[in-house]
Structure formats: C-alpha cells, structure tokens
C-alpha cells in the first residue's frame, strides 16, 4: 500500500509539473502558498521564487489591491472568478523575466477546500492570453481603419460622425464637415494602372492628415476608393472652407511620376455644417455632395453648402 501510495503521487506530481499554465495557490491574505505547473517558459516565468511572498511585496501597489479583492471575493461568495489583466514580468519582484513587455493574462480563481495551508486560499489559474489579444486588436483595426491609407473607414467613420452630431447640438457647438473627391483618380488609374492609383490615394491621404489629423483638427476618414471626408467640431463652415482649399493644395503642389510622366493631382470639395437641431449624418453627405455637384464644369474647386 505504501508503494502504491508513493507511485500514485509521483504520478500526480508528475502532471501537475508538466502543466504548461500556472495555478497559484493564494491565502486569504494575498501570500502565495504554493504553485503547480508553468512549465511553458516560452510563455510564463518561474513563479516558485514567489512562495512565501505577498501581493504587495512583488506586484505594483494597483494591481496587488485589485487581486487581493478579488482573492477575498471567491471566499466570500465560494464562487468561480475570472478577470483579465496586463502584467509584465519586470513588474513582479523577485523572478526571472521570460517574456520582454506587457502580457495578458486571463485568471479563473475558486476556493481551495482543504485546511493544509494554515488559512482559507484559492486556486488561481493564470493563462496568457496576449497572442489572442492582439489578433483581437487585429480584428478591431480591420474593423475601425482602411487598409490601405490607415484612416477610418467609412462605416466607423459614421458612429464618430453620429456622436460628433450629437454632442455639437447638445452643446450649440459648430460641427463641419469636408468632403474631398480625388478628381483624377479614374483618369491616373486607366492611363497608368492600380499601383498607380494606389500611389495617388496614398500621397492624397497623406496631405490630407498633415492638414487635418497632424493638427487636431477633426476626424479623416476615406470613404470609398476615391472620397475622403473629414468632420471638424467645433469649426464652422467659413473655417472649414479654408481648411479644406488647404488640404486640395496640399494634395496638388507635389508632382508625382507616372512611368516617366509627372503630374499633379486635383480635387473637388464640398463644405458643409451643422444649421438645424434636426441635422443629421444623411443630411450633411446629400450637401457636401451637391456642393461637389455643383462645380462640375467650373473653374472653382470649393464650395460651401
């Protein structure tokens, strides 16, 4: 029976070693009783040298207040806890970094029924979580910007607009909107090809943020292939009308080369604002819109509508 025994927990032993995630065994009053698995070192650093210590002796003052509560909230309620939270391995005293900046990590914390460990405890399993956090963030930003140019992309460009609407009317605060349309986009896209095109849009986007984002202005965004917009609070339609001739001569003053062939790029843009309480993001595009219409087969460039 001994020797069965003893095999069983070399056994036992044996997993529990070989687990690649981390438990941490936590007393009520944050002293980390023990710890089981962790192996993976691609992943986490050796937690043993913790035994013994403190929340507050190895972690920073915010981050041990906040696992203390959450330790003492499984004891209390004598329920399952789980939390997500950012930790580097510089931030923890006492231990070898593994991994160079900020981790994430998701926790399921529950009671520990046994009385071996001198005081109540839980079992705290940490996973790290960061290589699925940044295809989160991954999916965020092909969700919130273009791909090409970088600028929000239309359907979040519009919630921005929404809020922006809201908050200029709550407040009687002006709100302007610039819409910009690349005029001979189509024209460098036939004669030249789609990497051309792609040339064009980057170097208009690029003057239009040197304009408009690199100074605080508003919110830029391209709306589809060859239309961009940007929406100003807190500038009036006079303001935005200057901001945008600004822009289009940014976009033109510099020659680009085509096969060979220099040229420069022109535009078309409408400039509108907020007027009436009853505005809204549909009203504001039909009259940059027709402000664009409207130069069709005239000298200007700009118009306020």
């Known amino acids: 029976m001994p020797e069965q025994l003893a095999k069983a927990k070399s056994h036992l032993e044996a997993i529990a070693n070989a687990f690649p995630d981390p438990i941490f065994i936590m007393g009520e ?3 980390y009783l023990d710890v089981i698995g962790g192996s993976e070192r691609s992943l986490y650093a050796d937690g043993h040298p913790l035994i013994g210590k ?3 002796d190895v972690l920073p003052q915010e981050m041990a207040d906040r696992f203390l509560k959450v330790v003492q909230i499984t004891l209390k309620t004598g329920r399952l806890q789980e939390i997500e939270y950012e930790l580097a391995d510089e931030d923890i ?3 070898d970094p593994q991994n160079r900046g900020t981790q994430w990590y998701e926790a399921r914390i529950y009671p520990v029924d046994t009385d071996a460990y001198g005081q109540p405890a839980v079992l705290w399993l940490a996973i790290n979580i960061t290589r ?8 965020e930003a092909m969700n919130k910007f273009d791909p090409l140019t970088n600028l929000l992309n239309r359907d979040f460009f519009l919630g921005v607009l ?11 605060q002006p709100l302007s909107l610039i819409k910009i349309d690349l005029e001979c986009f189509r024209n460098v896209v036939d004669t030249f090809g789609h990497e051309a095109g792609d040339k064009a849009i980057l170097h208009a986007a690029h003057a239009l943020r040197r304009t408009i984002e690199d100074e605080n202005l508003g919110f830029l965004a391209r709306l589809s292939c060859d239309q961009f917009m940007a929406a100003l609070p807190g500038v009036k339609a006079v303001d935005a009308f200057r901001i945008a001739k600004l822009a289009q001569k940014n976009i033109s003053k ?3 080369e085509f096969d060979g062939i220099r040229t420069c ?6 400039v509108t604002e907020v007027r009436d309480p009853g505005d809204n993001a549909e009203a504001l595009f039909k009259r940059v819109n027709q402000a664009i219409r409207d130069l069709e087969g005239s000298r200007e460039i700009t118009k306020i509508a």
């Open 162 to 172: 929404d809020e922006e609407l809201k908050r200029a009317q709550l407040n009687s």
């Open 265 to 270: 790029l022109t535009t078309r843009a409408g």
């Open 93 to 95: 005293e006492g231990i």
């Open 254 to 256: 510099q020659q680009l």
């Open 29 to 31: 009053d944050g002293t």
């Open 132 to 139: 699925r956090k940044h295809m989160e963030e991954q999916l």
């Open 54 to 56: 403190k929340y507050h």
